[in-house]
């Protein structure tokens, strides 16, 4: 069964740059059609849509956030790495990856999120 | 790109039906029939509930619908339960190649 979990730090300060680790199981990244996105959603607000990688290693941003954004993956290790710099306050969130390959920009197994504070 | 735009609430009673609209522009909801809806109850991540504008996952009731006419998009839940009390999201693939979700809405079971 495919399962994801997302790792990183819970507290990060301010300017610094947050890097989020989501390791899974049940399928390859390298298979055709497949790919991992990463979705946050504040306390008590909405989902928000970060950044998705495809098996064939395109890479798509929020256009809002894409300056801040990396989005990387390790095949081998079967992880997907976030990365988001200048963090502030306001992105303090849960934070969670998610699997993508029924259809376009479709995210049918989630992982359990992890919660990110932003605070000095 | 602006998020689409969802109500904040509904709510129904056990049994009724009740329908959540999503509303985006030419540019996403309109343009692709990408639109996936998403239940999320407090504390736990979302779960996928319809894909493409109406199919439904392996294991979601088919009393959970969804339409789309030109911009908008709606989730129907039909023989309402007190188990489908949830936040409700929906979802667009754009024309960036980006997604975009919606506002979010809660609903209550009377």
């Known amino acids: 069964q495919i399962t994801l979990k997302e790792s990183g730090p819970t507290l990060v300060k301010p300017t610094q740059t947050l890097t989020l680790t989501c390791t899974f199981s049940?399928?390859?990244?390298?298979?055709?059609?497949?790919?991992v996105g990463w979705i946050r959603q504040p306390p008590g607000k909405a989902l928000e849509w970060l950044a998705l990688?495809?098996?064939?290693?395109?890479?798509r941003y929020s256009p809002s956030l894409k300056s801040r954004l990396t989005i990387t993956k390790d095949t081998s290790k079967n992880q997907v790495v976030l990365t988001m710099t200048n963090m502030d306050p306001v992105d303090t969130a849960t934070y969670y990856c998610?699997?993508?390959?029924?259809?376009?920009?479709?995210?049918?197994?989630w992982g359990q999120g992890t919660l990110v504070t932003v605070s000095s | 790109q602006s998020a689409l735009t969802q109500p904040a609430s509904v709510s129904g009673s056990p049994g009724q039906s009740i329908t959540i609209s999503c509303t985006g522009t030419?540019?996403?909801?309109?343009?692709?029939?990408?639109v996936s809806w998403y239940q999320q109850h407090p504390g736990k991540a979302p779960k996928l509930m319809i894909y493409?504008?109406?199919n439904r996952p392996s294991g979601v009731p088919d009393r959970f619908s969804g339409s789309k006419s030109g911009n908008t998009a709606s989730l129907t839940i039909s023989g309402l339960q007190a188990e489908d009390e949830a936040d409700y999201y929906c979802?667009?693939?754009?024309?960036?190649?980006?997604?975009?979700f919606g506002g979010g809405t809660k609903l209550t079971v009377l």
């Open positions: 979802s667009s693939y754009t024309s960036s190649s980006t997604v975009v």
């Open positions: 030419s540019s996403d909801v309109g343009g692709y029939n990408y």
């Open positions: 998610a699997h993508s390959s029924v259809a376009a920009a479709v995210f049918d197994y």
């Open positions: 049940g399928f390859s990244l390298s298979t055709s059609g497949v790919g």
């Open positions: 990688i495809y098996w064939d290693d395109d890479k």
């Open positions: 493409e504008v109406s």
